[in-house]
């Protein structure tokens, strides 16, 4: 997909958990229609997944609590839906490696173009980033997740997520294997910062479904604005 859906670009993007996770998982299940095919397994697959996602959705409701949390929802259950259906068909290995590309390739080339030329276009590429990322903690991720702010100013944004929403619907579903899939997603954007030309870098050392015991997404300017 080449085609800037979510308007990062622009430099305009504005966090529609709606929208972004409905053409997120629309992608999801073309993608995965389309591997089944080269696993000789019938695309009617899809179908019934979706069926369970939303059986799986309703049973885990008391997990909304807010709306990003009925999207995150979403997410995370897809996953567990379709594990359930291609880990028996194809054994647990393949059937992570196949929802890790499924859900991470679609939108792969459109987020780190339109990510690199918000960065490329932004008059403080730093403060862009941080600025997205405050837009997404609130409106894309929401009380499902808790975050520590350990340094916040003109030259860092370093932010811990201790708890992860997907982790924990995860866990609770029986697979927590499933998490990095979702950590995979970030290098989408992660890879589209150039810090020697933006001004800034990023570490993440470690996530939640990695096994750490937090989530490091760390901000740093390399050389002062302007």
């Known amino acids: 997909m080449s085609t800037d859906q979510f308007g990062l670009a622009e430099g305009g993007y504005a966090p529609d958990p709606d929208r972004d996770t409905t053409l997120l998982l629309d992608a999801f299940y073309d993608h995965l229609a389309a591997t089944l095919r080269e696993h000789s397994l019938p695309t009617a697959l899809t179908t019934a997944m979706r069926a369970r996602q939303a059986e799986l959705e309703a049973a885990g409701r008391s997990r909304v609590v807010d709306e990003p949390a009925r999207h995150n929802l979403r997410m995370t259950m897809a996953l567990v839906a379709a594990y359930e259906s291609l880990r028996p068909r ?71 997520v201790r708890r992860c929403f997907y982790h924990d619907v995860l866990a609770a579903s029986g697979a927590p294997e499933l998490t990095p899939v979702m950590c995979a997603f970030d290098a989408n954007w992660i890879g589209a910062i150039a810090p020697a030309e933006h001004g800034f870098g990023f570490e993440r050392r470690t996530t939640i479904g990695t096994g750490g015991t937090h989530c490091p997404f760390h901000f740093s300017r390399n050389r002062p604005a302007g």
């Open 90 to 160: 194809l054994g647990r290995e393949t059937a992570v490696m196949v929802l890790r590309t499924s859900f991470v390739e679609p939108f792969a080339e459109t987020l780190k173009a339109g990510t690199r030329a918000m960065l490329d276009h932004a008059p403080d590429a730093f403060r862009a980033m941080v600025e997205l990322s405050r837009a997404r903690e609130e409106q894309a991720f929401g009380k499902g997740f808790v975050f520590d702010r350990v340094a916040d100013d003109d030259t860092r944004y370093h932010l811990d």
